[in-house]
């Protein structure tokens, strides 16, 4: 069974940094590209960033580009996203949630995590 | 940058068939997917690549796409399928490149 298990969340103040985690189970983690999405409370789904399955390859929506980096450990089955210089505007739910193939490019997330809370305030 | 437009909500008696629009431009020429979120809970693929159900979705959920419109439809409506439904298409020259519509409520009535 595909599981994706996220921590890592809490209250930061602005201008904080924050690392996120996604543990992966049940599959073969190198194989797959990983990515992160955002949702505010009571607002739709943001996409975050993205990154290929050996992570030679990232991506970032240009409001998180330059402040959040995403990185993975394939040895832990684990995917991260670092967060600095956050702004109210981050707080959010953050999934992370995998691609179909290694590759992000033009597909969708056929498995979410749970979710983790970030909540940015002074 | 490319806008999926979903209506708001809407509603459906059990038993009835729910429809689901999301506009964009051309995006009959885009795959798209879907997605339910209950309450509380993370989204979970129910269609893929316009009309694909993933294992364990039912044959009630289907999907379409054509010109500028694509539809998610939910056949035979149960209360468990009270949920907020979003589209998501790539696109490239977007800024997110992964597209998510503005999300619909269904009730069921």
């Known amino acids: 069974e595909v599981q994706l298990v996220e921590s890592g969340g809490g209250l930061v103040q602005p201008g904080g940094s924050l690392r996120l985690s996604c543990a992966a189970s049940g599959f073969t983690f190198s194989s797959y590209a990983m990515h992160w999405v955002r949702q505010a409370p009571g607002k739709g789904l943001e996409y975050v960033s993205a990154i290929s399955s050996n992570g030679g390859s990232t991506y970032y929506a240009n409001s998180v580009k330059g402040r959040f980096t995403i990185s993975r450990d394939n040895s832990k089955n684990t995917l991260y996203l670092q967060m600095g210089s956050l702004r109210a505007e981050d707080m959010a739910v953050y999934y992370c949630a995998r691609d179909p193939t290694g590759d992000y490019a033009d597909n969708y997330f056929d498995y979410w995590g749970q979710g983790t809370l970030v909540t940015v305030s002074s | 940058s490319y806008v999926l437009t979903q209506p708001p909500s809407v509603s459906v008696a059990p038993g009835q068939t729910a429809r689901i629009t999301c506009g964009g431009n051309n995006i009959g020429s885009k795959s798209v997917h879907w997605y339910q979120q209950k309450p509380g809970q993370a989204p979970v693929l129910v269609v893929y690549d316009d009309s694909d159900r993933p294992s364990g979705i039912p044959e009630r959920f289907s999907g379409s796409n054509s010109g500028n419109t694509a539809t998610l439809t939910i056949s035979r409506v149960e209360a468990g399928d009270e949920a907020d439904y979003y589209c998501?298409?790539?696109?490239?020259?977007?800024?997110?490149?992964?597209?998510f519509g503005t999300g619909t409520k269904v009730t069921v009535l």
């Open positions: 998501q298409v790539w696109d490239s020259s977007s800024d997110h490149h992964y597209v």
